[in-house]
């Protein structure tokens, strides 16, 4: 773990005790509710499994907008898995695409309520619980939006 990321979970820490003098600690459990909520309308739970050779997993809906992407990345477990291991569907009737397809030029696109699959070409991992984050950079503002995923990972 980098300081950086000590940093910005201390910073977080902070604000949060901040809000919880200034408006009460129940508007943090609500903030909590409302972020688990966000990751529910996204991801779909329980949808992290082992597809050999690697995982997979499942949103129901475009993660947090809509829009033109010019690249997308996984983190797992913190790791950054290599583009040309990770796909992207978006809808039943499109090809997989490798996120190292995707630039300025060839941008993913996402509609509203298309099922998206992401599938990984990985060894075998551990089951049990695992943390993924799905990093999207739009080609409009804000430049980058993500979501960050935690979730048991099932056998096949």
Do not use: C
């Not at 033109?68 to 978006?90: H, K, N």
């Not at 950079?137 to 096949?156: K, N």
Request: proline share 10%.
């Amino acid at each position: 773990m980098g300081s950086r990321s000590i940093a910005l979970d201390l910073s977080i820490l902070r604000q949060g005790f901040s809000i919880g003098r200034e408006f009460g600690f129940a508007s943090l459990e609500e903030f909590a509710r409302l972020g688990s909520f966000l990751e529910h309308a996204f991801y779909e739970p329980g949808s992290l499994a082992a597809d050999p050779p690697g995982f997979s997993f499942r949103l129901a809906n475009p993660p947090l907008r809509l829009g033109a992407f010019s690249a997308i990345r996984l983190r797992w477990d913190g790791a950054l898995v290599p583009p040309e291991r990770a796909a992207i569907s978006v809808g039943a009737s499109h090809p997989p695409r490798s996120f190292a397809e995707i630039d300025a030029d060839h941008p993913l696109l996402l509609s509203f309520g298309g099922p998206i699959r992401i599938s990984v070409q990985a060894e075998p991992q551990r089951p049990g619980l695992h943390r993924l984050r799905l990093e999207l950079q739009s080609l409009a503002i804000p430049p980058l939006v993500w979501i960050e995923i935690t979730d048991h990972l099932r056998a096949e």
